[in-house]
């Protein structure tokens, strides 16, 4: 009796072991899920980019800089609005 409640105990553990591989295994994508050829490009339907920032503090000679370069990089490389939100 005893030996028959181990088999049936180790059965359902491998059984779940190989559950688990089964449900973490990444997924094939599908043929409809075809991604855009050009994702990075910003859209030139009206639509404005907004690059947010919310800092962890408040200090100046680390906040300000940064701020005062983001906005200027963000506008220049990307053509979009940088925002910084207080915490």
Not at 1 to 22: E, H, N, Q, T, Y
Not at 50 to 60: A, C, E, M, R, Y
Request: aromatic share 6%.
């Amino acid at each position: 009796m005893k030996k028959k409640g181990l088999i049936i105990g180790l059965i359902l553990a491998v059984l779940m072991v190989a559950s688990l591989f089964v449900a973490c295994a990444p997924a094939a994508p599908a043929a409809d899920d075809a991604a855009p050829a050009d994702d990075a490009a910003p859209a030139d339907d009206g639509d404005t980019v907004v690059i947010g920032k919310i800092p962890i503090t408040l200090d100046h000679a680390v906040h300000g800089n940064d701020a005062k370069w983001a906005e200027k990089y963000a506008m220049e490389e990307y053509g979009a609005e940088y925002k910084v939100l207080d915490p």
